[in-house]
């Protein structure tokens, strides 16, 4: 892999509070985070330890799970002819899914097993008592993910995100969003994860196909994170994940940016999609046109209306439950 920037640590005593953890403008790695939670503790011991304790507190809701044939080596993505996935899914109890880990661990060329972003409070509801994690507050929902040694390709989330890892080691691969054209994005509205994913895999970094790639792992950083460990990641930046014991659990937490009204945008992905529908196939001018006014209205830091007074800068004024509702009209008359 090509030369990579260290990612800013600290350790538990000295986390930035949520705010300023949201300010940050790169990655954190935040050194035993979570180091005090009980199922921490149990998988510093071992994993069968661990994988008790979690079954303990399973009260058998199902999860979504995905299983890999062993040729596709964990790594979830496509299948050949990209017209489907390199996995089934299967909605299963968490403690079925802890005892196909656990025969899988004695095989040599094992299938690849995810349990994805599965929801605490729906089937482990008695883990949020004793691991609490006071930085993003109870407002924000912790979800679940297991699995044996299986790959996220690259992809991004459009929210806040802090991973706390619980029990084996993963290796986070983390892209700033201007690399976003060396990282051969696959389809945006067909893709195995929640959004688009990287095409290229990074352990390949001679693949012909993909000659941009390089330039994308030269401005890669890369954090190996161990039970208690966590990493805080932006918004829009591009992370790829790779498990690497034979028992992996991670627990994460996404919450949106907040404006000073109190008002988020919800998932602004659908912007992009809209975004596509109203310029992608319009004449280059045109286009180019309306570059300039959405870099003005939208993404300029400065007031694109000073000249004006405020009672007269209409939905570019103060940001009042009116204005904004007045702005959901206009987008849906628009539309």
């Not at 079954?55 to 979830?76: H, Q, S, Y």
């Not at 972003?117 to 006071?134: K, R, V």
């Not at 829009?236 to 996404?254: D, F, G, I, M, Q």
Request: hydrophobic content about 45%.
């Amino acid at each position: 892999m090509a030369p990579t920037q260290a990612i800013e640590e600290t350790d538990a005593g000295a986390v930035p509070d949520r705010a300023a953890l949201m300010a940050l403008d790169r990655p954190l790695v935040i050194r035993g985070l979570a180091r005090d939670w009980p199922l921490v503790r149990l998988a510093q011991g071992s994993d069968t330890a661990f994988a008790e304790g979690l079954a303990a507190l399973d009260n058998g809701a199902p999860v979504d799970t995905l299983l890999m044939p062993p040729e596709a080596e964990g790594v979830i993505g496509y299948n050949a002819a990209l017209d489907g996935f390199n996995y089934e899914h299967y909605r299963i109890p968490l403690t079925l899914g802890l005892q196909r880990l656990a025969s899988y661990s004695r095989v040599d060329h094992p299938p690849g097993l995810a349990i994805q972003s599965a929801s605490i409070a729906a089937c482990l509801p008695g883990f949020l008592e004793h691991h609490a994690l006071p930085l993003v507050g109870a407002d924000v929902e912790p979800r679940l993910w297991i699995g044996n040694r299986v790959t996220t390709p690259t992809h991004f989330d459009s929210q806040h995100n802090i991973a706390c890892v619980a029990c084996g080691r993963r290796r986070f691969t983390l892209f700033p969003p201007e690399q976003l054209p060396n990282l051969y994005i696959g389809p945006l509205d067909f893709a195995p994860t929640s959004t688009m994913i990287g095409m290229a895999r990074l352990d390949r970094p001679d693949d012909p196909r993909f000659p941009r790639l390089k330039l994308a792992l030269a401005a890669a950083q890369v954090a190996e994170l161990h039970p208690g460990d966590a990493i805080y990641m932006p918004p829009l930046w591009w992370h790829h994940v790779e498990s690497l014991e034979r028992l992996n659990a991670l627990v994460n937490y996404w919450w949106l940016s907040v404006d000073e009204a109190g008002y988020t945008t919800g998932h602004a992905l659908s912007a992009l999609y809209h975004a596509i529908l109203a310029f992608r196939a319009l004449p280059p001018t045109e286009r180019a046109g309306w570059k300039k006014l959405l870099e003005h209205y939208a993404f300029d830091e400065g007031d694109p209306l000073e000249h004006l007074p405020g009672e007269r800068r209409g939905v570019l004024g103060a940001r009042t439950p009116k204005v904004l509702e007045r702005l959901r009209e206009l987008a849906k008359r628009y539309l």
